[in-house]
């Protein structure tokens, strides 16, 4: 089973930037699409951004124009490169790997909090 483990989070002021990373375990890293996620303290889990196995990334209207993903296929590493942080950017970051239209693996999260 892959495993997923991300870093990079932490506390910055608004306007700064954070750099997320999700390293996965195991090579299959290349084939997948890959996500972020973000889950705020009494909110859903929702999708930031995704990107395909061969670089095609989309991104949700709030991040637009703020955050990038990025994914290195040859050091199994995905990335999140995050600008101009808002107070309501605070959340728990998750990456994902889709395995099929059915199965996915999660990491385990990183706390991003923005102080205004």
């Known amino acids: 089973q892959v495993q997923l483990v991300e870093s990079g989070g932490g506390l910055v002021q608004a306007g700064g930037s954070l750099r997320l990373s999700c390293a996965a375990s195991?090579?299959?890293?290349?084939?997948?699409?890959m996500g972020w996620y973000r889950q705020a303290p009494g909110k859903e889990r929702e999708l930031v951004a995704a990107i395909t196995s061969g670089g095609i990334a989309d991104y949700a209207d709030s991040v637009k124009g703020r955050f990038t993903i990025s994914r290195d296929n040859a050091k199994n590493t995905l990335y999140l490169q995050m600008n101009s942080l808002k107070p309501n950017d605070t959340a728990n970051y998750y990456c994902r790997m889709v395995l099929n239209a059915y199965r996915g693996v999660w990491g385990q999260g990183t706390q991003v909090t923005v102080s205004s």
């Open positions: 195991s090579s299959i890293f290349s084939s997948n699409t």
